[in-house]
């Protein structure tokens, strides 16, 4: 993608000038005629005969559900959506974002617009996250899930969306409460763990580095997220100085600490860690310090102060809350070893790459945060979060036209990313690296 003589980002209409119609400028009749075929064939493709007719059974009087709820749309609207229960990130955030962004509507428009969960399966990458959503809102499960889901979207013609699950275009977490209480046993359980290690449950951080331990059969492709633990020692002594405790979450198939001391627990390789406390401890931790994974979107729904490091791509940079402080992956050529600015990333096509070969065959190095700077990002985090610290007049110019970048390169992908950046890009990565949103 290249810079218009303007300075500014081609938009996905200049793009879609040059190419030939898409599919989604057919009859909306034939549209949604697709859509069913469509949901029809990707069944039988994955069930047997026995489990497709069932299914089939379901879909008829779903579809005069459907239908209905067609008929009703000029006095409340039925959304159905989809809870992806085998990635946390999604489970915790999208319906949230979803939930929200109706609300709003509601508010806005004067007619109900009314939120439906479908979950395919009581099994998920977190059993107490999906029991919260199913047990607080409206849910529909398995077969009649499926098919009230697969009937809605296929006969309703969705209303505009001007939101999108990943990049809210709002900050709609500074201005609404957590969706829903932990219970009291989940309390309870955590509170129990908190006092056999020892933590004050008013002053801990919870602590999740991903790294190739994670995923090693998707390690090419997820390797540009990855970082050494050992690089947050620094900050981690400088926390328990400070009279923090840290719980480092996670996977257990990541790697050990490899120097547990007094203060530092790490979770993710106990034999206590359950799906009940990773929900109960990022409900409540303090500050979460996170590199950018699915665990740290369950503080981030319940509000917590967050501090991403080391965080990529680029066009994913949790920037649409307050409580968010943001240090970006140092991208630079492999080449000349010079920093990569907003509008090179564009350029070269990794502004928003999730592939490590992406970034390989642009010539695109990711240079690791040294331990010092790690620990002055989290300083400055534990400053605006805890301390009511302001930026400086420049320090704040320095923001606005990083961020006026961010959206320009948002906009250029054809999706809401950095339409809202109220967040806060870690003041000391601007002073190191200036040419970043030059």
């Not at 990130?89 to 969960?117: C, D, K, M, W, Y």
Request: charged share 20%; hydrophobic share 40%; with cysteine.
């Amino acid at each position: 993608m290249r810079i218009r003589a303007d300075g500014t980002l081609p938009t996905m209409r200049d793009q879609d000038s040059q190419s030939p119609p898409r599919e989604g400028l057919v009859l909306p009749q034939l549209r949604r005629a697709r859509a069913i075929a469509r949901t029809l064939h990707r069944l039988r493709g994955k069930t047997s005969r026995v489990r497709f007719i069932s299914q089939l059974v379901f879909l008829i009087p779903a579809t005069l559900i459907a239908l209905l709820a067609r008929l009703l749309r000029p006095i409340v609207v039925v959304n159905v959506l989809q809870l992806n229960e085998n990635r946390v990130g999604h489970l915790a955030t999208n319906p949230e974002i979803s939930r929200l962004e109706l609300q709003r509507r509601t508010t806005t428009t004067g007619r109900p617009h009314l939120l439906v969960f479908f979950a395919a399966s009581r099994n998920s990458a977190n059993d107490a996250l999906l029991g919260a959503w199913t047990t607080n809102y409206g849910t529909i499960w398995g077969s009649w899930g499926w098919a009230a889901h697969a009937a809605m979207n296929a006969l309703n013609r969705p209303e505009p969306q001007n939101w999108d699950t990943d990049h809210p275009t709002w900050d709609f977490l500074d201005h609404t409460s957590p969706p829903f209480d932990l219970t009291i046993s989940q309390r309870d359980e955590m509170h129990r763990f908190l006092d056999d290690q020892g933590i004050d449950p008013e002053r801990f951080v919870c602590l999740h580095v991903r790294d190739a331990g994670f995923r090693i059969k998707k390690e090419r492709r997820h390797s540009y997220r990855n970082v050494e633990l050992d690089s947050f020692n620094l900050a981690v002594e400088e926390l328990l100085a400070d009279d923090f405790s840290i719980i480092r979450m996670g996977s257990p198939l990541s790697t050990p600490l490899t120097s547990p001391r007094s203060g530092l627990i790490d979770y993710a390789h106990l034999p206590t860690r359950s799906a009940t406390l990773d929900l109960a401890l990022g409900a409540s931790c303090t500050l979460c310090i996170s590199t950018g994974s699915g665990f740290d979107n369950i503080p981030l729904v319940f509000r917590r102060p967050m501090l991403y490091v080391e965080h990529a791509p680029w066009a994913h940079l949790v920037l649409f809350t307050r409580r968010s402080v943001v240090r970006p992956r140092h991208l630079v050529d492999a080449t000349t070893g010079a920093t990569l600015s907003i509008t090179e990333a564009v350029q070269r096509g990794v502004f928003a790459a999730q592939h490590g070969d992406i970034f390989a065959a642009a010539r695109v190095r990711i240079d690791p945060a040294m331990p010092e700077e790690i620990a002055v990002s989290v300083r400055e985090a534990l400053g605006l979060h805890l301390d009511s610290t302001t930026l400086t007049a420049q320090e704040m110019a320095k923001q606005i036209e990083a961020k006026r970048l961010l959206t320009l390169a948002g906009a250029g992908l054809g999706r809401p990313a950095h339409v809202c950046t109220v967040g806060t890009i870690s003041p000391s990565f601007l002073r190191s690296h200036p040419e970043w949103a030059s």
